[in-house]
């Protein structure tokens, strides 16, 4: 998996693109939630499961029900005054969906299986940049630095700064350029 950081900054962009301006506290704590809580899972590790069980990492954690499910408890816990409104599922599923699509792109680990408890088929991305985050976390924290954090500063950190930052800072232009011409 690419770290809690990788995952929360993709809840965190999703929010953001989901809102003009600075999205609501509500909005993007819980879209960082939904982005994080598959990794519940982890604590499975101890219970020494193989890699095909359902609940083993990446299991039904990561399907696309409980991605639905946890979707549905952050509508539940933040919006229940909104949950007719398309845009805050969207992007609660977004955040949700976002964690089980970044685990598929990392490079190591098992597939994720999308499909329980349909099918227990595991699935990876045909293209994987990002070193998948070693857990729990050795002494080799150099090539942790340098594989696993590199690889999701450049694919997970760069598109969210372009993500967030390029619409405000657009937006930041015109309302200078527009305050220009006023006389
Ligand atoms: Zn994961």
Do not use: K
Not at 3 to 22: D, F, N, P
Not at 24 to 30: D, V
Not at 101 to 124: I, K
């Amino acid at each position: 998996m690419p770290s809690v950081l990788g995952h929360a900054l993709a809840g965190l962009t999703i929010s953001a693109a989901y809102t003009q301006g600075r999205p609501p506290r509500r909005s993007w704590i819980l879209a960082t939630a939904c982005a994080v809580a598959p990794d519940l899972d982890w604590f499975t590790g101890f219970l020494r499961l193989s890699d095909g069980n359902s609940l083993s990492h990446r299991g039904v954690s990561h399907s696309l029900l409980a991605a639905a499910l946890i979707a549905a408890a952050a509508m539940l816990i933040g919006f229940r005054h909104r949950l007719r409104s398309p845009r805050h599922w969207a992007c609660m599923l977004s955040a949700a969906f976002s964690h089980g699509l970044l685990d598929a792109c990392t490079f190591g680990g098992t597939g994720v299986a999308f499909l329980l408890p349909f099918s227990r088929a595991r699935f990876v991305c045909l293209w994987q940049p990002i070193f998948v985050s070693p857990v729990p976390l050795t002494g080799r924290l150099l090539d942790w630095l340098l594989f696993s954090l590199g690889t999701e500063i450049v694919w997970i950190g760069i598109p969210a700064g372009l993500a967030f930052g390029a619409p405000r800072a657009i937006q930041w232009l015109r309302l200078r350029r527009s305050s220009e011409e006023l006389p």
